[in-house]
């Protein structure tokens, strides 16, 4: 079992910065992929980030490709989302998650509660 705490999130002006964090319970960390989603009011929850069990691959939606970038430290069960030049459409609440396997880009097994990000114009 893992359970995942993210932290971080709150309010920036457009074209400021955040870093997310997730901090995972359990001694297993490293032998997981870990991924970032988000989901804005009245949307589906999206991909945004996803890295695999030693951080040597890494993927990125499109819409955060250039500006996102995620991290892991598995010394210190967590991962990060360290976000740049945000835009008001990157409003959302963010989430982490982790796949059971060290490759891959789901399904995953465990969510976090999610963070809320808010971007002002």
């Known amino acids: 079992q893992v359970q995942l705490v993210e932290s971080g999130g709150g309010l920036v002006q457009a074209g400021g910065s955040l870093r997310l964090s997730c901090a995972a319970s359990g001694r297993t960390f490293s032998s997981y992929a870990m991924g970032w989603f988000r989901q804005a009011p009245g949307k589906e929850r999206e991909f945004v980030a996803a890295?695999?069990?030693?951080?040597?691959?890494?993927y990125y939606a499109d819409s955060v490709k250039g500006r996102f970038t995620i991290s892991r430290d598995n010394a210190k069960n967590t991962v990060y989302l360290q976000m740049n030049s945000l835009k008001p459409e990157d409003t959302a609440v963010y989430y982490c998650?982790?796949?059971?396997?060290?490759?891959?880009?789901?399904?995953?097994?465990?969510w976090g509660q999610g963070t809320q990000v808010t971007v002002s114009s």
């Open positions: 998650a982790a796949l059971s396997h060290p490759y891959g880009l789901g399904p995953y097994d465990y």
């Open positions: 890295i695999s069990w030693s951080g040597g691959s890494t």
